[in-house]
């Protein structure tokens, strides 16, 4: 009874310990990734246009972090995109100039300095 009892419960705890370190390890990873996002938005803006597959790829990179990004979009502030002579979307604008297209994370890391 007692080899039974010890088979069943260390499986039971060794998943316990791995699903405890999964969870702890992604919130880390979350935060981080929140705290980028929110440094990148104060460093840029993103222009995009209701519609956009591509615009809907760069902003499905950021997950729930793309609520900190400082966006545009065109289809409902047509003069901003208008004086900044956006054509193409998704399209960022980092310290003055201009690039076209989805952006990594990693390459947006980069252009910011965050």
């Known amino acids: 009874m007692k080899k039974k009892l010890v088979k069943v419960i260390t ?3 060794i998943l316990s310990i791995i699903v405890l370190s999964f969870i702890v390890l992604n919130k880390d990873k979350g935060d981080a990734a929140k705290d980028v996002a929110a440094c990148i938005g104060e460093n840029s803006e993103l222009y995009v246009q209701l519609g956009c597959h ?3 790829i ?3 990179i950021f997950g729930e972090n ?10 409902y502030e ?3 995109c ?4 956006i054509s193409i979307t998704p399209t960022w604008i980092i310290k003055g100039k201009r690039y076209e297209g989805v952006q990594s994370i990693t390459t947006l890391r980069e252009l910011t300095s965050c």
């Open 78 to 80: 047509r003069e901003k």
């Open 66 to 75: 793309y609520t900190e990004l400082t966006v545009i979009d065109c289809f």
């Open 54 to 56: 591509a615009c809907g």
């Open 11 to 13: 499986p039971v705890i």
């Open 58 to 60: 760069q902003e499905d």
């Open 82 to 85: 208008s004086l900044k002579n």
